[in-house]
């Protein structure tokens, strides 16, 4: 995707080529964005010629399958090395180059700048980023899909809710539907009931389902894009205090969504959902909201230092949340696609749900 | 874990600190070590002082759990500048100090030296390395808990393999039945079948399981620790030339576990199984083995270039295999815990299979 964005942007530097790397089991954003390849590598975009992926031997066959057509196969003990004498061999000037800053780490810089001495690098990290975060047409289509299938399994959870024992459980079933499919989760489901829910990152645990707010939150990778949607469900019978509380923050979530315009301030955004939290705001202990793409955290960032700008074509979520340490937690997450208006891409029911 | 061990590091070094630190969702695995935590923060362990956390407020409930008892919260915008506030109103000392610079990025470097200004930084990433290489008594009972649940999901996997229909199936059962005990998987497991077989790091994909060998490669994670373990069957009836071919593999495998000696040289091992491979050593295309422990991929290193040595205590995978490209592919795995002599950690049959 957006090879001749990223080669613009290497004219603007005045860059000769991008380089993108990943050693071990992590993928590189920036590669599976711009090449569709998921696997240890490197991936070279220069300014005049068309990209190729290095890859170890291990990895060429799955590398074959990626946007790529040009590929080589590595030594992996030798990875700038073999970078090095491959790109020697295909006269491509490395003089001034585009990375990753975020990406790339202090010990990949040394042996990176063992084999480029003369190399001057430019961080291309937020240049990557906001390129990403309009998403195309062929992107948006991609990710409807994604959605549609997140949509899905999360409802299916939903209404088997009640055949689950223990958070690990529920868990597992919204992790399997996705395997069944084919697709990866995008992130570990958090299932968190009773006091667990206080903690917004909390891992599910092999322990019986307790009664109160239970938050599920959840998302699918489809083709590389990830999916966000977090819904707070009631195991038991809530007060009407509970209920209240519930409504209170469904509200605040619905306005604010209902509020989105193109050029809005994603700070101003963020503080217009602490002033509606009222005395609440003290228990929102996260952003509001985060771009979605090739990351499950991308830009815009909906927080309150944020300069972003809400743009046509971005994807992002909008997340309040209250959180009483020890007692309970609510949040309520979808994701948003701002055309003209907001659309939600996460069509699952928000009244609350008891089960 | 070896919080003093640490220190001595600290010592020997004349460092004043050490800090690791994760910004994001992918865990550092030496905070998962030193701190059993996983989330974001920071982790400073002074030379002299005790250690602590330095979290962002929506992961302080969860930072509660690990073992570090000095916690603070930090706002995660101002990563750097929150841990330097902390550091002086604690007098902690922060000139000369350790870090991983496998897991720090430029763009953390350059924030940590606006802060940090006269700092001096020394690379600890292969102390880390080497100490978690060797593991405790606790570790070890532990590790031994981790594959005594990994054992059990991959048996019950291979024995349910006629009820897949689908590559994808096979794997969502394995994270199924791991998440149902509320484990995470220690990668996304490898089902690759037929062709697919070829491609040693193939994902599992939405089609029906192929005809010919399938390789299942899989782990968990259990309090940390990661356990991996590798098995090949065969779907359908396998031919006379690929029991044999299975068989001249599995010899080797054996043969080479068998062999294992305290000191043994970790290059001689892969030179030795380079050796027994004979003609097929060119479809041999990755490393023989890795450490395994709070990541996937540890010390030692058992490649062709390596200098490592076998010691007690040291837990390893042994993983020969035959990708013919385009045709099919064989691995056999097991992980060794080294004492006196070699203990397999996974106890699951390895004559071949045929569902």
Redesign the interface.
């Known amino acids: 995707m957006k090879i001749k964005e990223l080669k613009g942007i290497l004219g603007k530097n005045k860059l000769d080529a991008a380089l993108f790397y990943s050693i ?3 993928p590189n954003p920036n590669m599976v964005y711009f090449a569709q390849y ?2 240890a590598g490197a991936l070279i975009v220069p300014k005049k010629q068309s990209p190729f992926l290095i890859v ?4 060429y ?2 590398a074959k399958k990626s946007m790529i057509k040009k590929l080589y196969s590595m030594d992996k ?1 030798k990875f700038f090395e073999s970078i090095n004498s491959i790109l020697k061999k295909n006269k491509i000037k490395m003089k001034n180059i585009g ?1 990753d ?10 042996n990176f700048k063992k084999q480029f001495k003369k190399a001057r690098t430019k ?1 291309l ?1 937020l240049d990557c980023l906001k390129l990403r975060q309009i998403k195309t047409k062929e992107e948006i289509k991609t990710i409807k899909k994604a959605f549609d299938y997140a949509n899905k399994i999360i409802t299916a959870a939903i209404k088997n809710f009640k055949s689950f024992k ?4 529920a ?3 919204l ?8 697709l ?1 989760t995008s ?2 489901p958090i299932i968190a009931s009773g006091k667990n829910a ?10 019986k389902l307790q009664k109160g707010f239970c938050v599920i939150d959840f998302g699918i990778k489809y083709k590389g894009y990830c999916t966000d949607i977090t819904r707070t469900i009631y195991i038991g019978k809530p007060t009407e205090k509970e209920r209240q509380i519930y409504g209170f923050l469904l509200n605040i979530q619905k306005n604010l969504i209902d509020n989105l315009k193109i050029n809005g301030n994603c700070g101003k955004i963020y503080e217009n959902c602490v002033k509606a939290l009222k005395n609440y705001s003290k228990y929102f ?2 952003g509001l909201g985060h771009g979605v793409g090739a990351e ?2 991308e830009l815009p960032n909906l ?1 309150l ?1 944020s300069k972003d700008k809400i743009k046509e074509n971005m994807v992002f979520t909008i997340e309040p949340g209250i ?1 009483i ?2 007692k309970f937690g609510i949040r309520i997450e979808d994701t948003i696609l701002m055309e003209t208006n907001p659309n939600l891409l996460t069509n699952v029911a928000k009244d609350l749900l008891t089960v």
């Open positions: 071990g089991m992590t998921y696997g170890p031997e291990m990895e066959e799955r003990k990375i800053k975020s990406a790339f780490t202090l010990l990949a810089y040394k961080d990290a223990t958070e690990s459980k868990a597992a079933f992790e399997y539907e996705a395997k069944k499919l084919g990866e992130f570990p206080s903690m917004p990152h909390h891992m599910p645990k092999n322990i202990t996260h499950i955290h927080t230092s959180y340490p020890n």
